[in-house]
């Protein structure tokens, strides 16, 4: 059985059950387009499902909702979620998301926030408690590749940035695909290490550091496409038996001079760089990356007044 951590439901959605398939149907939000705004996801590699995160996975990703929430809200918007839907959001994380889904769905449905790391279910659970205006949130201790639930429970299953994180993201696809409705949808948001963040340094520089994440992916992956889920989701997706019905890539720019809250993020971002390639660099290159990075440097990212960020994401939306 899964250990329950229930947020207190602001309002059942029992209350929509009565209204009646009918009227459900007549209450669909149905008239949506998928839109041409902007997502950015630059923040590198946090696991989902480990044990329990780090206090720089945390802090990274607390910097990127803070830095970049405005885009990941419209992510969110860009779904269909009739009213009253049942969301699972897995692996939940710290609860971002699962924030974003149940706010939107106020005040009928429910989300379902799962995840493995007991670390991340209490900060998902802090994220919930310390918000107002939400559908039911319920927080569940559970493996993605066995997930406690019945069989076509959910109406939607959202998984944003998890797949790196799963040593078989098929099989976990497989559990999401049984535990949503026929006719219900998986999301999956994804990224590419290798285009993911954009910045506008030196370019035989940018060239030596991608081949540097492309080493170090081979070794900790086995392949330089460990870093690039967002490249294979499409054969994923079918593997598992799911109908992709759109996929959608955006672009987000910052430029200079970058907010606080940016500066922070870009800070923590290109410091677990920096940790992932290092071996991977020559000594030259290695101080080249250094002073590029470097708030100090006046010619670093952080001071150029031409300096630019552009960030890539991926959004696919597949059903049973």
Sequence with gaps: MAQLLSAPPVTSCRLFTALGESMARWLHLSLWDPPTFQI???HFMPSTESPDPSPDDSSSLLAFHRAFGRELHQAIRSIPLPMGSQVLDAPCGDGFYSVALARRLYPFGTV????LSDAYLDRARTAVGRRVRLSSVKCVKADSYHLPFDDDLFDVVWCARSLISLNDPVAALKE????VRPGGIVTV????????VVLNGPVDLELDVHRAVAEAARKRYGSCAGVSPSRRVYRFLLDAGLRLEWRKTFAADRHAPFNPAVRRYLRIHL???RIFIADYLSNSVLAAFDRAIDPGNPMSLFCRPDAELTCLTTLFLARK
């Design 271 to 273: 410091k677990e760089k």
């Design 176 to 179: 999401m695909r049984r535990v």
């Design 40 to 42: 950015l996801q630059c």
């Design 189 to 196: 948001l994804e990224d590419d290490e290798f285009h993911r």
């Design 112 to 115: 379902t926030a799962s995840d």
